[in-house]
């Protein structure tokens, strides 16, 4: 994929730092001030943190944005930059940054940091099913709206509708309504 294309997927950011213990208290409060900063970024969509487990300091910082390319302008802002330069000092060692692109993304929950991903068999079985009923009904809308075109056209069309469908329409809210299903809660 190109750098060009690749830039307008959404991404899901993991942010993993390990706070000096005597600084938590600290570090705390700039987290705070740092998330209020960051819901200001255009196309910023969330963030949620993971405090430690008991015995660790290690904290998990999960942001959203819209695409790649908001989210490198806001990784290189001079704000975030200042606010880096701040909780640098706080921490034991530099923290580890994993981003994920498009429906990757969107298989990325923050409430479960140890399971970064599920299983690839539910990831396929999601996807086929979400891409049959999409192809469906965009196969059966498109001769309704009286739009009668050669097969490589329409599958061109049908292809871009369903991609478009499962990246900004259908797989937000299948993988939030799977979320257990898929993470494996019920363990």
Not at 98 to 104: A, I, M, Q, S, Y
Not at 133 to 146: A, D, K, Q, Y
Request: proline residues 6%.
């Amino acid at each position: 994929m190109t750098d060009s294309a690749s830039g307008n997927l959404p991404v899901s950011v993991e942010i993993v730092r390990k706070v000096r213990p005597e600084k938590i208290g600290e570090f705390e409060e700039l987290l705070r001030q740092l998330i209020r900063f960051a819901l200001n970024a255009p196309g910023h969509l969330g963030a949620n943190v993971v405090r430690p487990d008991e015995g660790s300091t290690e904290y998990r910082v999960f942001i959203k944005f819209d695409s790649e390319e908001r989210f490198r302008h806001f990784q290189d802002s001079r704000g975030l930059r200042k606010w880096y330069a701040r909780i640098r000092p706080l921490l034991l060692e530099d923290p580890t940054i994993r981003v994920t692109r498009g429906l990757e993304a969107w298989f990325t929950v923050s409430e479960h940091p140890r399971h970064k991903t599920p299983r690839g068999w539910k990831i396929a079985l999601v996807t086929w099913i979400a891409v049959y009923f999409c192809v469906l009904i965009f196969v059966e809308l498109l001769p309704v709206l009286g739009i009668n075109l050669p097969s490589l056209v329409q599958t061109l069309i049908v292809t871009f509708l369903v991609t478009a469908s499962l990246q900004w329409v259908v797989m937000p809210p299948v993988t939030k309504v799977l979320r257990s299903w898929l993470f494996d809660e019920q363990r």
